[in-house]
Structure formats: structure tokens, C-alpha cells
């Protein structure tokens, strides 16, 4: 799977975290959610789904008590 294989929403998402600092600013699903205007599920859906399909772009880990994210194409 790959980039070509991302839905609208999974691209939107991606290049979001790409653009952001989710290693410094802890992730918080419900800020995404109100920055795209949807459910806080469908945004975490859409994050396990980039941990699937791009998965060596994309990295998810834990540090002080809050899941750190980033991006690279």
C-alpha cells in the first residue's frame, strides 16, 4: 500500500501532521477533529489507517504522557 491507496480525508490528515510539530505540541485527536470537522473516531480511524498504509512515513510513539507524532513523504 501506498500514498495512491489514502483516502481524501487520509491525505488531508497526513499532510496536517507533515506540517505540524506533534513531537513538541502533544497529539490531541479532538483538536484534529474540530480543525476538519469531524468526529474525534473518524479522525483515529483515519490515523490507524496512515500507520497501515504508509507506515514508513508516518510515526507514532509515547513521551510524558502523550502520543507524539510525525510525518515525511
Do not use: C
Not at 15 to 31: C, M, N, T
Not at 34 to 57: D, R
Amino acid at each position: 500500500m501506498g500514498f495512491e491507496d489514502l483516502t481524501e480525508f487520509e491525505t488531508r490528515l497526513f499532510e496536517w501532521i507533515r506540517q505540524s510539530d506533534f513531537e513538541e505540541v502533544p497529539w490531541k485527536a479532538a483538536r484534529a477533529a474540530k480543525a476538519f470537522k469531524v468526529s474525534a473516531e473518524e479522525v483515529n480511524e483515519a490515523l490507524a489507517a496512515l500507520t497501515s498504509k504508509v507506515p514508513h512515513n508516518i510515526y507514532v510513539h509515547y513521551e510524558d504522557g502523550a502520543i507524539r507524532i510525525s510525518a515525511e513523504r
